[in-house]
């Protein structure tokens, strides 16, 4: 009977069209892979050989198709237990040709490792399959061709992107049914200034491609619906991606013009402040200034601005003080709209208000000293043998004293009609008409080296190197020693009304008398002191040291400290308030400061200077040179 089966059966097939034949060899061949699916997850459960058990599929690109049944934790540590070939005319589609597929069952429960599609057709026949499906929990089914069905998603389903910037997505076509077609891929329901691309343009499911979405400045912001189309053939699937376009946030840059500038102390600069709309709307931005320097102030008209035709811009005053002191300041130039900030630099330089330039003016003589009226008008010089005055400001210079007296020192009062000179061979001249006609008021003193005297002219000090120091107080008429034979040098000044005075010693110490001369006090160490000046009041007082440092004292010469460096200082001056200063080096330059002794700048060029004198007010200035002409500053 069952060979009468066989042969029935046989006859059967035989009969058959071939179409049908290979349809029917297609349908054993995908039960009996189910089968044997089937087989090994019942041998898993049961843990036979205690192992797992699991098919490896084999699409044999060029040759016959094969699947091996093997047990162990994988197939290729597994052991083979059987191998079988698919028929000619059947072969696998997933896995593709040239691939491999392993699916394995775990012990005691069965379950393959993961969820598996296998996919098998007539080699003649690619549409015709049939599809074993092995489910998480093990179940093996076996269906039969479906027509071509996908499904296409996004990931994320949404985004949010600044106008001008790019945004992405991952849009999937996965395979639903059927043989895997080509799905390629577009995008509608784009906003203004928008573009989209893919990447790749179109691929076989299950597969991904790169949504790319650009966007312009001027892409209107709002939310929008965008359609993400696959299309394989006749079958269109769409989903949806929101995306939102969020307007540009206003932003924008400033900048100075020009970006550097120089002014003196006490006067004012301008420069134009831009600032240039670089996105979104714009909005109005406020302006401020840092690291000014001391005692100035700043001012921007108008104080704000909106840049809503592109650009605006501000005018930046720098006002200055006299007591700015000099120097390069990197200023920061701030523009602030919301929580947008930007910043630009200006450099600003600041040199001293007076004594920038010198001129020089009058004869070349051996010059001593000169000295000046607290205005600055009437001017003494002497030096050679000669005493020379000006009446306008040290422009021109008339002799007045012509012989051969080493004069050493000269002084005036406030206003310039009385006036003193001492000579190294022991001789004191008084003028009492601004220094047109000297008479001879004390001789035999010594070698006298410096003078100076009250605003009123009444309270005179002169020294003597070696000697001692001299008081008068009348006018220069009679002269009284005082304290101790000491080597008095060029160092002496007073306060405006006398009382205050300071004198120094060459290799010694400075001293200070508050009693009009009376009384000396030492004060500080031993140094070479060579020159000294101070305010009206006395309370600041500069003295120079030669070969040493400028020392400052702002206690009315109490303590004393230094400043700048060690240079062959000759003598000092300072303006009525103390905040403009000068001072001149043997051999070197002529350094000005205008905040009270602090900072020094270098001014002209080295000579062999003297003295220098000022006006109150600092702005007049002249100084001497050695063999050489008088050099005067108005600015």
């Not at 996004?154 to 001008?164: D, F, H, K, L």
């Not at 203004?192 to 299950?206: E, K, L």
């Not at 040493?548 to 003598?571: E, F, L, M």
């Not at 001497?624 to 005067?632: A, D, G, M, R």
């Amino acid at each position: 009977m069952i060979g009468i089966t066989g042969i029935i059966a046989a006859a059967t097939y035989v009969a058959l069209p071939h179409g049908l034949r290979s349809v029917n060899t297609l349908d054993i061949a995908a039960n009996e892979l189910a089968s044997r699916l089937q087989d090994a997850r019942i041998k898993a459960s049961a843990q036979e050989e205690g192992s797992k058990w699991g098919l490896h599929l084999d699409a044999v690109n060029g040759a016959a198709d094969t699947y091996i049944v093997f047990y162990g934790d994988n197939y290729v540590g597994g052991t083979l237990a059987a191998t079988v070939t698919l028929p000619a005319v059947v072969q696998f589609t997933d896995p593709a040709q040239g691939g491999t597929k392993d699916i394995i069952f775990s012990k005691i429960t069965g379950y393959p490792d993961a969820a598996a599609t296998i996919i098998l057709s007539l080699t003649n026949d690619p549409e015709t399959v049939r599809t074993i499906t092995v489910s998480g929990v093990g179940v093996v089914s076996v269906s039969k061709n479906q027509p071509f069905d996908f499904g296409i998603s996004a990931n994320p389903g949404s985004g949010s992107v600044q106008a001008g910037d790019p945004i992405q997505s991952t849009i999937t076509a996965a395979l639903i049914s059927g043989t895997a077609s080509s799905v390629s891929f577009s995008a509608s329901g784009l906003p203004s200034g928008a573009g989209v691309s893919f990447n790749p343009t179109n691929c076989n499911p299950t597969c991904a491609s790169t949504m790319t979405i650009t966007t312009q400045v001027s892409t209107p912001p709002g939310t929008y619906p965008i359609t993400v189309t696959g299309t394989a053939g006749n079958v269109v699937k769409n989903t949806i991606y929101t995306l939102t376009v969020n307007m540009v946030p206003f932003d924008f840059s400033i900048s100075a013009n020009p970006s550097s500038g120089s002014v003196k102390a006490g006067n004012s600069i301008q420069l134009t402040i831009t600032a240039t709309q670089l996105s979104g709307d714009a909005e109005l931005i406020t302006f401020s200034a840092s690291n000014l320097p001391a005692d100035a102030i700043v001012d921007f008209v108008p104080p704000s601005c909106a840049p809503s035709i592109g650009s605006c811009e501000s005018t930046m005053t720098i006002t200055t003080q006299i007591s700015t002191p000099a120097g390069t300041y990197p200023i920061t130039v701030t523009g602030t709209a919301g929580g947008t900030v930007r910043n630009t630099d200006y450099s600003l330089t600041i040199s001293p208000p007076y004594g920038n330039i010198w001129l020089p003016k009058g004869p070349s003589l051996s010059w001593r000293n000169v000295a000046m009226s607290n205005n600055g008008v009437i001017q003494t010089a002497v030096g050679g043998g000669q005493i020379y005055v000006s009446t306008d400001s040290g422009d021109t210079w008339t002799l007045k004293y012509s012989g051969s007296m080493p004069w050493r020192n000269v002084a005036m009062s406030g206003t310039g009609q009385i006036q003193t000179a001492v000579a190294a061979t022991g001789q004191i001249y008084v003028s009492t008409d601004s220094g047109n006609t000297w008479t001879l008021k004390y001789s035999g003193g010594g070698g006298w080296f410096s003078v100076a005297m009250a605003d009123n002219g009444v309270i005179q000090t002169a020294a003597v190197y070696n000697g001692q120091i001299y008081v008068s107080t009348d006018s220069g008429d009679t002269w009284t020693p005082k304290d101790s034979n000491r080597y008095w040098y060029y160092g002496l000044a007073m306060s405006s009304d006398g009382q205050i005075q300071t004198a120094g010693v060459y290799n010694g110490q400075i001293y200070v008398s508050t009693d009009s001369g009376d009384t000396w006090t030492p004060k500080d160490s031993n140094r070479w002191w060579s020159g000294v000046a101070m305010s009206d009041n006395g309370v600041i007082q500069t003295a120079a040291v030669n070969t040493g440092k400028i020392y400052v004292s702002t206690d009315s010469g109490n303590t004393w400290t230094p400043k700048d460096s060690n240079r062959s200082w000759y003598d000092i001056a300072v303006s009525g308030n103390g905040l403009i200063q000068t001072a001149v080096a043997q051999n070197g330059q002529i350094y000005v400061s205008n905040d009270f002794g602090s900072i020094w700048t270098p001014k002209d060029s080295n000579r062999n200077w003297s003295s220098v004198a000022m006006s109150s007010s600092g702005q007049i200035q002249a100084t001497t040179v050695f063999n050489e002409q008088i050099y005067v500053s108005e600015e």
